[in-house]
């Protein structure tokens, strides 16, 4: 029996390092991405199902969201392809750090934050026991992921008009 576990192990072990051989840190981040809008969706259909208020429209509505949210990262995604561009074509632009990416990954870790908030949420109306600390928690995680994007990137709104 030790010997069939240790088997499945390092077969696991083996395909977890592949994948992240190929994928690299922000794979695995979309992926958590993916699985969080997964399980939003899932919580949210069994909350509509237990409340019996299940609507294929706004079911739909949801499946719409989450497809704006992927455009989105794909703009994002986008945006760091084209400073990527400027910044390793024009001499005159220096960084002293490689630009691999930087709004797509805020991007994706703010709507990472935001789906696992929507998820404590449901687990509540679901009638699980969610301590307020956590969605506290991740409701600072937002505002702070939000604010340190404005203030790294310099897109703070300004004041004059």
Not at 62 to 77: C, E, F, Q, R, S
Not at 89 to 96: A, D, Q, R
Request: glycine share 10%.
């Amino acid at each position: 029996m030790t010997e069939k576990i240790d088997r499945i192990r390092s077969v696991l072990t083996a395909c977890i390092a592949g994948l992240t051989a190929a994928w690299g840190w922000f794979g695995w981040l979309v992926l958590l991405w993916v699985a969080t809008m997964a399980a939003d969706y899932l919580t949210g259909t069994a909350v509509a199902i237990k409340s019996g208020d299940w609507q294929s429209k706004e079911a739909r509505e949801g499946l719409w969201h989450k497809g704006g949210m992927m455009v989105a990262v794909a703009a994002a995604g986008g945006t760091d392809l084209v400073i990527g561009l400027i910044i390793g074509n024009i001499p005159s632009i220096k960084l002293p750090f490689t630009y691999p990416a930087l709004l797509s990954t805020v991007v994706i870790v703010w709507y990472i934050i935001t789906e696992l908030g929507s998820v404590v949420e449901n687990a509540g109306q679901l009638g699980a026991p969610v301590p307020q600390f956590l969605r506290r928690c991740l409701g600072q995680l937002a505002d702070t992921v939000e604010s340190s994007a404005l203030d790294d990137t310099g897109c703070k709104p300004s004041n004059k008009k």
